[in-house]
């Protein structure tokens, strides 16, 4: 079964430094990956997404995610933090010969100090 | 824009309660999902459907059912609500499974007493 773990439960940032959070995925085959944010009450917003090809994907908001295939990891990043970007993060995996389940991990909570 | 709407944002039930969760989209799309969302568990997918009148269990089906009547309706129902059910549950919806986007609606707390 296809499984995605987000190490990091809640990371604390000040605002201008860089963000890395962490994606691991547990997927024989190669897996479609993906990268929503849940604002405070909002539903779950698309960052990026990476299906195929160049494996530096850009996204939405100034993210852009890495995959690396040696070590099943879909690491998210951004170079300079705005307090906005205070929210929830959810790495998800979805996979054709996995019954074509999204499986979301347990997610990241951003913290952003001026 | 695509729009997901749930008809409740927050819900308060009795035990013992049928309770019936309501999710319209708006694009046209195949597939709605119907999540279970709780901390550190990040969404857990409960029943899917890829077409009218059909559907998939997902992970956590158990004391759910789900009714696609129409293309563009999802319900999501709890037959005898339990305290354990007290949780967020996100509609979404996308035109083919996997290998799109899903969009999502905001969401319906729903607490169980």
């Known amino acids: 079964a296809q499984s995605v773990t987000q190490p990091d439960i809640h990371i604390t940032v000040s605002e201008g430094a860089s963000l890395e959070l962490r994606c691991n995925y547990s997927y024989g085959a190669t897996p479609y990956l993906f990268w929503y944010v849940q604002s405070p009450g909002q539903g779950l917003q698309l960052l990026l997404k990476?299906?195929?090809?160049?494996?530096l994907v850009q996204g939405i908001k100034g993210f852009e995610a890495e995959f690396k295939r040696s070590q099943s990891s879909f690491n998210l990043r951004k170079p300079s933090v705005h307090w906005s970007d205070a929210a929830e993060y959810f790495c998800a995996v979805g996979a054709r010969a996995a019954g074509n389940k999204l499986t979301f991990g347990g997610g990241t909570r951003v913290l952003v100090k001026p | 824009d695509v729009k997901v709407t749930q008809s409740s944002r927050y819900l308060v039930k009795r035990t013992g309660e049928k309770v019936f969760l309501e999710c319209v989209q708006d694009?046209?799309?195949?597939?709605m999902f119907w999540y279970r969302q709780d901390p550190g568990l990040g969404l857990r997918l409960i029943y899917f459907?890829?077409?009218?009148?059909?559907?998939e269990k997902g992970d956590i089906p158990e004391g759910y059912s789900v009714s696609r009547e129409k293309k563009e309706r999802f319900s999501l129902i709890l037959e005898s609500a339990s305290t354990n059910q007290t949780s967020m549950y996100l509609c979404?919806?996308?035109?083919?499974?996997?290998?799109?986007?899903?969009?999502f609606g905001q969401g319906t707390r729903l607490t169980v007493v």
């Open positions: 694009m046209d799309h195949e597939n």
């Open positions: 990476y299906f195929s090809g160049d494996t």
């Open positions: 459907s890829y077409d009218v009148k059909m559907k």
């Open positions: 979404a919806s996308s035109i083919k499974l996997v290998n799109t986007e899903a969009f």
